[in-house]
Nanobody, 129 residues
């Protein structure tokens, strides 16, 4: 059974940086996409970024408008790990960040949480002003 384990969250001042990691355990992930979502208190889970893990357009990355230019998603297939480098953090980035993985994601659906098959437990990111 594939499991996702996030790490790297914490408290940082506005303008600072954090790097989140998500390691896949329980076997080699054979799906085609991994992503990061976030959820702030009282809000719906929100798409942050997605990266193609296998198949066509492997390595291609996609971002929500709110984080483009500040966040960078990357992957290390040898380590079965996906990363989210977050720079120029803002108080509105405060949320629980979740890693997700999909077995057969269609790109047009990448922003929909229900298209993902596996989820991590989440890691808290707090940005103070």
């Amino acid at each position: 059974q594939v499991q996702l384990v996030e790490s790297g969250g914490g408290l940082v001042q506005a303008g600072g940086s954090l790097k989140l990691s998500c390691e896949v355990s329980g076997g080699t992930f054979s799906g085609n996409a991994m992503a990061w979502f976030r959820q702030a208190p009282g809000k719906d889970r929100e798409f942050v970024s997605c990266i193609r893990w296998s198949g066509g357009a492997i390595g291609n990355a996609y971002y929500a408008d709110s984080v483009r230019g500040r966040f960078t998603i990357s992957r290390d297939r040898a380590k079965n790990t996906v990363y989210l480098q977050m720079n120029s953090l803002k108080p509105e980035d405060t949320a629980v960040y979740y890693c997700a993985a999909a077995r057969g994601l269609i790109l047009s659906s990448m922003r929909s949480p229900d298209r993902y098959n596996y989820w991590g437990q989440g890691t808290q990111v707090s940005v103070s002003s």
